[in-house]
């Protein structure tokens, strides 16, 4: 075998995927904890650490079971202690604290409408309400904090008194019937959560409705089954297929999947909901995986639909979890993306620390789209920390189910570092072939002149 071959042999076969160190993680999440100070900043950022930390209390996670108990450990305590914190000055302050920056500013206080915070959002604060419902199942960190008041508040503000649509879809915003994609993730979770732990399987439905409801709208068939980003409302309104936006969706409807898979006496019952929102995520994951699979970064750009904006880190991180989850959770017959969201994960935590990586040495992530103006490039972004703790843990997650759809993960992982080889070595032009009979690599190497670009 010439040493050119046995290079790339041994590369190809014996190379292993980039992961974050454990104070590379702390570092990104230091940073979030700095930035998150939005309603769904901060309820994303109690989601994620649940995820990260808390798996038994993760919807998400297969070892997620509804209702959870009310009697913790201390290790479960200790590992809730962070998302409870995040929600307790929020229930104290019966909602006074608000909103002031971004496409949030407003709203008509948190105490008169009942919403979680003063928000120009009507979907936002309920981001919080898994976390605000856990915490008062679990009386982990009661103290007199009225957690249950507060989470039928959030709900009874959504279903009688927020706007909606004439065919019923609540909307995004308050002062006028406006739905975004990031919708799907704010609310349907915890109408879904909430139903689960009072055993009330309309409010459960009503999860499953408003992501069909929401669907109806902002799916597009012709673009990839791709989601627009926002509709009705008249001013405002973004057609575009905002890759973070898509992310939104294809998560919060894996939080629902996750939460019914999750209710140990109801379960069974949404059998047909949880194969049909299986298969709308796929859409999504097909729909995004497809518009970088030619191209030498994993990255998406902002909007799916628009190759000439920046690349995002954020939605790409936000993608590759929801790609991890869909395989765990759907017991390994949902993989074809795996291989995806490795390429994805491998890229975003390579360099990690250096001046060349996405994640730079104080732990932010780059490059993101500004989370108070999706159309333009970000410096920070609150969300994209988020959304690589999710990915990690889903990840982790994904590990420790077997990694469902490893075996394609592994045969494109191979095919990409064969073609990195070509451009690392372009006095060598690299003929491969591989059998699939044996799982065997033949590579013959010819020699050839450099070409002059």
Not at 58 to 74: E, G, H, I, R, Y
Not at 147 to 176: C, M, Q
Not at 186 to 198: C, Q, T
Not at 234 to 242: K, T, Y
Request: hydrophobic content about 40%; glycine content about 10%.
């Amino acid at each position: 075998m010439k040493p050119a071959l046995a290079l790339v042999a041994t590369l190809a076969l014996g190379t292993t995927a980039q992961q974050l160190t454990d104070a590379q993680i702390r570092a990104v999440r230091s940073r979030l904890s700095d930035v998150a100070k939005q309603s769904w900043e901060l309820g994303t950022r109690a989601q994620v650490l649940i995820e990260y930390d808390a798996p038994a209390f993760n919807v998400l996670s297969t070892d997620c079971k509804l209702p959870p108990n009310t009697t913790l450990s201390q290790s479960q305590l200790s590992a809730l202690s962070t998302p409870f914190g995040i929600v307790r000055p929020i229930v104290t302050s019966g909602g006074s604290v608000s909103n002031t920056q971004g496409n949030n500013a407003g709203g008509d206080g948190a105490a008169a409408s009942g919403s979680l915070m003063d928000d120009g959002s009507a979907a936002d604060p309920a981001s919080l309400g898994v976390t605000v419902a856990l915490a008062n199942w679990t009386k982990a960190d009661d103290g007199g904090v009225r957690y249950g008041d507060a989470a039928r508040d959030e709900l009874n503000f959504l279903l009688t008194k927020a706007p909606r649509s004439s065919e019923g879809a609540i909307s995004h915003r308050t002062e006028k019937v406006q739905l975004w994609s990031d919708f799907v993730y704010m609310v349907p979770p915890f109408l879904a959560y909430y139903g689960a732990l009072h055993s009330n399987t309309t409010i459960m439905d009503e999860a499953f409705n408003q992501i069909r409801l929401y669907r109806d709208q902002l799916h597009d068939g012709e673009s990839n089954n791709l989601w627009k980003h926002i509709v009705l409302g008249g001013s405002g309104e973004d057609s575009g297929r905002w890759s973070t936006g898509n992310g939104w969706a294809a998560m919060g409807m894996l939080r629902v999947l996750g939460t019914y898979k999750a209710s140990s006496d109801l379960g069974s019952t949404y059998g047909q909901s949880i194969s049909t929102l299986s298969d709308w995520v796929q859409e999504i994951l097909d729909g995004m995986y497809a518009t970088v699979e030619n191209s030498n970064t994993a990255l998406f750009t902002n909007y799916a639909d628009r190759p000439s904006t920046f690349r995002d880190a954020s939605s790409t991180a936000l993608l590759a979890a929801a790609t991890y989850r869909l395989a765990v959770l759907t017991d390994g017959k949902y993989v074809s993306r795996i291989p995806d969201a490795e390429r994805a994960r491998r890229e975003l935590s390579k360099y990690a620390g250096d001046a060349g990586g996405h994640i730079d040495g104080s732990g932010w992530l780059s490059p993101v789209v500004d989370p108070h103006n999706f159309g333009q490039q970000g410096e920070h972004s609150p969300e994209g920390q988020a959304f690589v703790i999710s990915m990690i843990a889903a990840y982790r997650d994904w590990n420790g189910a077997g990694q469902p759809g490893v075996n394609a993960a592994t045969s494109r992982a191979t095919a990409s570092k064969l073609y990195t080889l070509v451009l690392c070595f372009p006095a060598v032009i690299l003929y491969t072939s591989i059998d699939t009979s044996n799982d065997r690599i033949k590579a013959q190497a010819l020699e050839g002149k450099q070409e002059n670009a």
